[in-house]
């Protein structure tokens, strides 16, 4: 069974362009999650979705941040305009229960 | 945002040696799960652990969900040079729409064969 699938693995950008990440889960997971990893550190959540709800996006900076799952699957997140700060390993992640699996994750470098 | 308190924050081992790693949180979390990063990767799930007290056991690892909920360790037996990475502790609160995994920041960790 495939795990977790994100593209692309790697981006670089300049500074105040847009950008985009796309997840396709596991299949059957109904929850999604978009973490971002900076270098020396854990991953943090950006914003989890139940299907295609978002139930928790507190910790998206909405000013320049948007995500969407259509249809419950897959997941698309959207920084615009990147900034210098917003590189980082951008992480998603799917469950079906209270254990999380990751994909790669794309690493973004913007300059 | 809110991390754990994950120890060692690295670890120089020899092969075949046993290694121990730790998490704490002022906060009680209903789950613990424990990764594993290789450079370039994504975390991989080691170990799930549901219930205070459990002690769980997945080859050359065992994890124990600690009694009063707040911490947890992950043991490393015997290591060979494949154990090298990043692993990191997570908890989860449960309940309501709260089930956001908060991470630890990791121990790094070195085998020299």
């Known amino acids: 069974e495939a795990g977790v699938v994100q593209s692309p693995r790697y981006k670089i950008i300049e500074k105040k362009q847009p950008v985009a990440f796309w997840c396709n889960p596991i299949?059957?997971?109904?929850?999604l999650y978009w973490y971002r990893q900076n270098l020396g550190q854990g991953p943090e959540l950006l914003i989890r979705y139940e299907n295609e709800e978002a139930v928790d996006d507190s910790q998206l900076p909405k000013d320049r941040f948007s995500a969407e799952r259509l249809k419950g699957v897959d997941s698309t997140l959207k920084i615009q305009p990147a900034e210098l700060g917003d590189s980082a390993v951008y992480l998603c992640?799917?469950?079906?229960?209270?254990?999380?699996?990751f994909g790669q994750g794309t690493r973004l470098t913007v300059v | 945002g809110q991390q754990l308190n994950q120890s060692p924050q690295s670890m120089f081992i020899q092969e075949g040696e046993d290694v121990s790693m730790n998490c704490t949180s002022s906060s009680i979390f209903n789950t613990w799960l424990w990764y594993k990063q290789d450079p370039g990767e994504g975390p991989v799930l080691l170990i799930a652990?549901?219930?205070?007290?459990e002690l769980t056991s997945n080859g050359r690892l065992t994890a124990q969900f600690g009694i009063t909920r707040k911490d947890s360790f992950l043991n490393i037996s015997a290591s060979i040079p494949s154990d090298v990475g990043i692993y990191f502790c997570?908890?989860?609160?449960?309940?309501?729409?709260?089930?956001?995994?908060?991470f630890g920041k990791g121990t790094l960790l070195t085998v020299n064969p």
């Open positions: 997570a908890g989860q609160r449960s309940g309501g729409s709260n089930y956001k995994l908060t």
């Open positions: 299949s059957g997971h109904n929850t």
């Open positions: 992640a799917s469950s079906l229960d209270n254990s999380a699996f």
């Open positions: 652990l549901y219930k205070a007290g």
